[in-house]
């Protein structure tokens, strides 16, 4: 017989009088030290602690809460089909290598994605990955010849490191987005794409201008699990006239 002590009298397991209710900002993970870190890294931690996406895309076995903006774009407009050769330009930690690799069909004994990041990144199967500039002279023929031939799709969710200094940043982002579309113009078959991360306000309308002589149809794009309040957003350019 168990000696384990029985609950009172008329007490139900899992129930509680005058239980209050719980809300989400109950809920949400607060930090109670800075351990040394800056504001900025502060707030940017206490944001993946309690972003939805970041647990979700853990719980899906995805590199980063990244994958589901281009899972978005992709749901609506159709970009990857099977067979397709694609290249993620700045691809750490691998989220939109993932979601290419499996919507095209990608395997490891036919690779046919390859990424490009100055850091090393974990292996991802079905995709080639490129420990480099993308912007050393030799890597649009090392790209070719990985892939076997042009790109039917060029992705970029690259962003420059920051300096805290609004005008200079911004400078950074904009030339990282204009080396991105000179690859991209080296690089992809007649028909291709480019999906590129931009950021609102400033000066983008020379990246637009050129990438609308280059495409025939040129969007702007705001995934709806890109942050509350994030002013990033993407340049979708179809149709590459080659």
Same mark, same amino acid.
């Given at each position: 017989? !168990?000696?384990?002590? @029985?609950?009172?009298?008329?007490?139900?397991?899992? @129930?509680?009088?005058?239980?209050?209710?719980?809300?989400?900002?109950?809920?949400?993970?607060?930090?109670?030290?800075?351990? @040394?870190?800056?504001? !900025?890294?502060?707030?940017? /931690?206490?944001?993946?602690?309690?972003?939805?996406?970041?647990?979700?895309?853990?719980? =899906?076995?995805?590199? +980063?809460?990244?994958?589901?903006?281009?899972?978005?774009?992709?749901?609506?407009?159709?970009?990857?089909?099977?067979?397709?050769?694609?290249?993620?330009?700045?691809?750490?930690?691998?989220?939109?290598?993932?979601?290419?690799?499996?919507?095209?069909? +990608?395997?490891?004994?036919?690779?046919?994605?390859?990424?490009?990041? /100055?850091?090393?990144?974990?292996?991802?199967?079905?995709?080639?990955?490129?420990?480099?500039?993308?912007?050393?002279?030799?890597?649009?023929?090392?790209? @070719? %010849?990985? /892939?076997?031939?042009? %790109?039917?799709?060029?992705? +970029?969710?690259?962003?420059?490191?920051?300096?805290?200094?609004?005008?200079?940043?911004?400078?950074?982002?904009?030339?990282?987005? =204009?080396? %991105?579309?000179?690859?991209?113009?080296?690089? /992809? %078959?007649?028909?291709?794409?480019?999906?590129?991360?931009?950021?609102?306000?400033?000066?983008?309308?020379?990246?637009?201008?050129?990438?609308?002589?280059?495409?025939?149809?040129?969007?702007?794009?705001?995934?709806?699990? !890109?942050?509350?309040?994030? !002013? =990033?957003?993407?340049?979708?350019?179809?149709?590459?006239?080659?």
């Amino acid at each position: 017989m !168990s000696d384990a002590k @029985k609950p009172p009298s008329g007490h139900t397991p899992g @129930k509680q009088k005058g239980k209050a209710k719980v809300s989400a900002r109950d809920l949400a993970v607060r930090l109670k030290t800075a351990n @040394k870190r800056t504001t !900025s890294q502060q707030k940017w /931690l206490e944001r993946q602690l309690n972003d939805p996406y970041v647990a979700r895309a853990k719980a =899906e076995g995805w590199r +980063s809460r990244a994958a589901f903006k281009f899972k978005e774009i992709d749901d609506k407009y159709k970009l990857l089909k099977k067979g397709q050769r694609i290249v993620d330009l700045g691809c750490a930690p691998g989220g939109w290598c993932q979601v290419a690799a499996e919507r095209i069909g +990608s395997t490891e004994a036919d690779p046919r994605v390859v990424g490009i990041d /100055l850091l090393p990144v974990d292996p991802i199967p079905g995709v080639k990955l490129l420990e480099m500039d993308f912007m050393a002279p030799e890597a649009d023929d090392i790209l @070719k %010849a990985e /892939l076997g031939g042009l %790109a039917d799709g060029v992705l +970029s969710d690259m962003a420059a490191n920051t300096t805290g200094h609004k005008k200079t940043d911004h400078l950074r982002i904009i030339g990282l987005a =204009e080396a %991105a579309v000179a690859f991209a113009r080296d690089v /992809l %078959a007649p028909g291709g794409f480019f999906c590129c991360k931009l950021f609102q306000g400033g000066d983008t309308g020379a990246i637009i201008t050129e990438l609308k002589r280059d495409f025939a149809v040129v969007r702007h794009v705001k995934p709806a699990s !890109s942050r509350a309040g994030s !002013s =990033e957003l993407y340049v979708l350019a179809t149709g590459f006239r080659g």
